[in-house]
């Protein structure tokens, strides 16, 4: 009888996703019960309302989407399958870190299914491919089945994780970072599977998605949140757990059920948010990536709660982590951990750099904080990490992504293999390509904004109207917007970007010069006028060359135009492609004396002043001369350098002594 019940249970939840797939993504604001208490100050664009055309940054797109569909939805529910007792189909999961005893602690399995539904989701609404739906179905299909045969509600994939839980909610655990009992960072896989869930919910709005996440959420709050007092709540956060408070507000959002509320505000780290919201950087010796997602959590509880603590905690995080934290790439830490901004020049010379996941998990932050304060100061940032870290850290040829950067001089980056690797930034590295358009455009009343100067084009569905940006910026410094749609002429106020990396723009408007500076309010140049098809902006921008001295630091500098991030080329014939991809290296295994790259001399004012452009073979390029430096030596964007060494921050040569 039981097993006939499971049988109609699976039959119906398989019926219920018949009208899943969609040419449009919906709008969110259809699928939110629950308003936030707050409205946006700018809203960004939905992803399927943005397409990049920018050469880069579209290849990239293209390299994770057709990896996205390689990847085999059933060897990454495989472990799933396996916890809850119904049949794995022949699959074996995927390895390394899906699989296998990392640090004595188990593997981290199931945590790259969550990556990878959000993934297709963000996917599916910059492509439109409707390959993507199957893949998705089953795979939302496969965890249904997982959570009938469980019976309660409960679906993981970690071996023995709902013992683990059931010991947790009976208060027999012990925590550290980053283990539960042993267990690997349980919350934080069932934290990427709801976020997961729910991103395939608003994408596709499928309602087994909702079901399947709404039903994990229960039984987490009911089966272990509720047996936990506020001391052992606050003990289970100890471990990294991503933002599982967010995930808690958006069930909250989509059902309007108040104890998700509740329980999203008990989920919420005190170690973190208390010092945060009293203005105090605790930050030195902590988890970088276990403390950012909380702070995505935070903001959401605050848009949902009013309650001004949570509120200043994700600011005054976000901007110390950017002034004191932040390396000229835009990412933080070094091995993953955060350190007082007076070690960075020795921590420059260690062949661990800044996380990937940082970076990805920084961006989330930085998108949420600037859709409600809309200060510029966000788009100065994500711009930087975007072009100098995300961009810099993919192997152009296979799409996969770096996990530490080094910035030591004379290093090289090490790309994770397709199927071997399945490391934490393979999951974020899956994401990050999948919204290169997320921060380009933004919107309020009838005004769009133009964020970033990126070849792309934008549709403004409640307005008609649709813009395109064409440049070859930064080998070029113009840029052409076009109305290319307008149903009707229109009073509408497209917002420039007046960059702070750059002396000034010039503006004109079919061909009449613009006076920018009596227009310019927040940051933006403010064109209000009755536009029509056809209309063309053209934007002149004035990039600057500049050398950023090391945070903290006072003998290494790099050296950037406009926002782009240079870096020197170094040939080693001795390198092969087996050193730059390596399936289970995460740092490199030939380090090069420092020494082999060049350093410069102590005037930099002189180094720039020396710098002279050189173009070649396309690629934007500065040369240096030998006077300035040791030897000659030649810059060109950083993230553009691979399967080379490479030197971003270069050493200030010392006086000889005699």
Known sequence: MKRTLYLILCCMAAFSTQSFGRKTAPKDDLQIVAKPLHQPVRQLFGLQDVRVTDSAMHALM??????????????????????????????????????????????????????????????????????????????????????????????????????????????????????????????????????????????????????????????????????????????????EHGSINESFINIYAVTGEKRFLEWAE???????????????????????????????????????????????????????????????????????????????????????????????????????????????KYVDYYERVLLNHILANYDPLEGMCVYYTSMRPASYKIYSSRFDSFWCCTGTGIQAPAKLGKMIYAHRADSLFVNMYTASSVNWQEQGLSLRTSTEFPKANTVSIEVENLKRAKRLTVALRLPWWSKGIGVKVNGREIDTESQTTEGYVMLNRKWHRGDRIEVRLNPQLRAEVVKGGSQYYAFLYGPVL?????????????????????????????????????????????????????????????????????????????????????????????
């Open 62 to 239: 293209e390299l994770d989407h057709q990896y996205l569909l390689d990847l085999d939805v059933d060897r990454l529910l495989s472990w799933f399958r396996k916890e809850a007792g119904v049949s794995q189909r022949g699959a074996e999961p995927y390895p390394y870190w899906e699989s296998e005893n990392i640090w004595g602690a188990g593997p981290l399995s199931g945590h790259i299914l969550g990556f990878w539904l959000s993934s297709m989701a963000m996917m599916y609404e910059t492509t439109g491919d409707e390959a993507i739906v199957p893949r998705v179905r089953a795979a939302v299909e496969g965890l249904r089945e997982c959570q009938l045969a469980d019976g309660e509600g409960f679906v993981g994939a970690q071996p023995g994780v709902k013992s683990v839980f059931a010991e947790v909610a009976k208060g027999n655990f012990t925590t550290s970072n980053p283990k539960v009992n042993g267990l690997w960072e349980p919350v934080y896989v069932m934290n990427k599977t709801l976020l997961g869930l729910y991103d395939v919910f608003r994408t596709f709005r499928l309602d087994l998605a909702k079901t399947v996440m709404v039903d994990l959420g229960r039984w987490f709050g009911e089966k272990v949140m509720d047996r936990l007092d506020h001391e052992q709540m606050q003990k289970l956060l100890v471990c």
């Open 266 to 376: 008990r989920l919420n780290d005190e170690d973190m948010w208390v010092p945060a919201a009293q203005g105090r950087d605790v930050l030195q010796g902590w988890h970088a990536n276990t403390q950012i997602p909380k702070f995505t959590g935070f903001e959401s509880v605050y848009n949902y709660t009013d309650k001004d603590d949570y509120r200043r905690a994700a600011r005054f995080f976000w901007q110390t982590v950017v002034t004191q934290h932040t390396w000229a790439n835009g990412g933080n830490s070094t091995g993953e951990h955060f350190f007082p901004t007076s070690e960075f020049e020795s921590r420059l010379t260690k062949a661990g750099g800044p996380e990937s996941c940082n970076s990805v998990n920084m961006m989330r932050l930085t998108e949420a904080l600037y859709q409600d304060d809309g200060d510029m």
């Open 566 to 658: 240079l870096g020197v080329r170094m040939a080693d014939d001795a390198l092969t492609m087996k050193d730059y991809r390596q399936a289970r290296r995460t740092t490199q295994n030939r380090l090069a004396p420092i020494e082999l790259a060049p350093e410069i001399v102590p005037d930099v004012d002189r180094v720039l002043a020396s710098m002279e452009r050189c173009d070649k073979d396309g690629v934007l390029r500065f040369r240096v001369p030998e006077g300035c430096a040791s030897k000659e030596f030649f810059l060109e964007p950083y993230n553009g350098i691979h399967f080379s060494r490479y030197a971003v921050y270069l050493h200030l040569l010392q006086p000889s002594v005699k």
